[in-house]
């Protein structure tokens, strides 16, 4: 069965760092995209990183682009979030999602929690 398992989440102050891993396990079939999806209380959960299978091109939404940098390392069959300038509006939820056998997530990890204060 697909686990996909998050790790990396804590507090930090504004302008620190933080990596999120997520490690990948028991996919049955092709997967497509793999990504960080953020969610605050209140919210819906919003995508903020993507890499595709294919060619290892990424997407970043505009919040992000510039200090998140989503990679992965396919011998480790784990992915990764680096986080850098955070801010406190990047504080929430992250939850690693892949897309496997189709063209949208179908696969959540449990999430991990980063908060950043001011």
């Known amino acids: 069965q697909v686990q996909l398992v998050e790790s990396g989440g804590g507090s930090v102050q504004a302008g620190g760092s933080l990596t999120l891993s997520c490690a990948a396990s028991?996919?049955?079939?092709?997967?497509?995209?793999m990504g960080w999806l953020r969610q605050v209380p209140g919210k819906e959960r919003e995508e903020v990183a993507r890499?595709?299978?294919?060619?290892?091109?990424?997407w970043y939404d505009g919040s992000v682009k510039g200090r998140f940098t989503i990679s992965r390392n396919d011998a480790e069959n784990t992915l990764y979030l680096q986080m850098n300038t955070l801010k406190p509006g990047d504080t929430g939820m992250y939850y690693c999602a892949a897309a496997i056998e189709r063209y949208e997530y179908n696969y959540w990890g449990q999430g991990t929690q980063v908060t950043v204060s001011s």
């Open positions: 890499i595709y299978s294919n060619i290892g091109s990424t």
């Open positions: 028991g996919f049955p079939g092709r997967w497509f995209f």
